[in-house]
């Protein structure tokens, strides 16, 4: 495979994940705009309408990690939150089974960690790049009595 041919099919699956992205938030507007209209009213079609953006976007999310792999540990939560949007996703489209509570809980556990681990990821960037607390800041903290 020549270098043009390897730049041209990372370009389609760039162009891919972002088109998948896009549908995913066009999608979302379209359901919460389409409930706001139609408030009060049951559709037939709304779990797998509800479903189509969720599924898409953990599309997206795969689609961009096979285009441009990323490192070890981000590639480690890309996965989950694919499978958090899945699971979501495909809790909606088998609402009212046995099986839905089951999905939720899932996707509910997957955004936990995945949110958590940024959190603390961020922390510890933050905690190792903090200057320690000279004798002018310790002072300016401390209560004068």
């Given at each position: 495979?020549?270098r043009?041919?390897?730049?041209?099919?990372?370009r389609v699956r760039l162009a891919?994940a972002?088109g998948?992205?896009t549908?995913?938030?066009?999608g979302?507007?379209?359901?919460?705009v389409t409930?706001?209209?139609n408030?009060g009213?049951?559709?037939t079609?709304?779990a797998g309408v509800?479903?189509?953006?969720?599924l898409?976007v953990a599309?997206a999310?795969?689609?961009m990690?096979?285009?441009?792999p990323?490192?070890?540990?981000?590639?480690?939560?890309?996965l989950?939150a694919i499978?958090?949007?899945?699971a979501w996703?495909?809790?909606?489209?088998?609402?009212?089974s046995?099986a839905?509570g089951?999905?939720?809980?899932?996707?509910?556990?997957?955004f936990?960690v995945?949110?958590?681990?940024?959190v603390?990821?961020?922390?510890r960037?933050h905690?190792?790049t903090?200057?320690?607390?000279?004798?002018?800041t310790?002072?300016s903290h401390?209560w004068?009595?």
């Amino acid at each position: 495979m020549s270098r043009v041919q390897v730049v041209g099919a990372r370009r389609v699956r760039l162009a891919a994940a972002a088109g998948l992205g896009t549908l995913s938030i066009a999608g979302s507007l379209l359901l919460v705009v389409t409930d706001g209209i139609n408030a009060g009213i049951h559709w037939t079609h709304h779990a797998g309408v509800s479903a189509a953006p969720l599924l898409l976007v953990a599309g997206a999310i795969a689609t961009m990690s096979i285009a441009h792999p990323p490192a070890w540990r981000r590639l480690v939560m890309r996965l989950v939150a694919i499978m958090a949007f899945a699971a979501w996703g495909l809790s909606q489209l088998f609402a009212g089974s046995p099986a839905a509570g089951l999905l939720d809980d899932a996707a509910i556990l997957l955004f936990v960690v995945d949110a958590g681990s940024a959190v603390i990821g961020d922390a510890r960037t933050h905690l190792r790049t903090a200057q320690p607390a000279g004798p002018e800041t310790e002072r300016s903290h401390r209560w004068e009595g």
